[in-house]
C-alpha cells in the first residue's frame, strides 16, 4: 500500500486499485479498515498494509484516529 499526500487530500494506492480522500476522512478510513479486519478475521493480513500505511500517514500529520466508522 503506498500512501501520498497534499495539503487537502491523501491517495490510497493498491495493487488494484487507487481512491484519493480528503484529509479530513483520515480517521474514518483508519477506523473502517480496523472495523474490517476486526470483523472479517479470515481475511488474515488483508487489511494490516492499508492499516499500517494510514497510521504512518495520521502519525506524519498529527491527526487523531479515535473514532467510530460510519454504520
Known amino acids: 500500500m ?5 495539503d487537502t487530500s ?4 493498491g495493487l488494484h486499485w ?4 480528503p484529509l479530513e476522512a483520515l480517521p474514518r478510513q ?7 479486519r476486526a470483523d472479517f ?3 488474515g493480513t488483508a487489511y494490516d498494509a492499508s492499516i499500517n500505511a494510514l497510521e504512518a500517514l495520521a ?3 498529527g491527526v487523531r484516529t479515535e473514532i467510530e466508522p460510519a454504520p
Open 30 to 36: 483508519l477506523a473502517f479498515y480496523r472495523k474490517m
Open 2 to 6: 503506498k500512501i501520498t499526500h497534499t
Open 18 to 21: 487507487t481512491g484519493t480522500y
Open 41 to 43: 478475521p479470515k481475511s
Open 59 to 61: 502519525h506524519e500529520l
Open 10 to 13: 491523501f491517495t490510497m494506492t
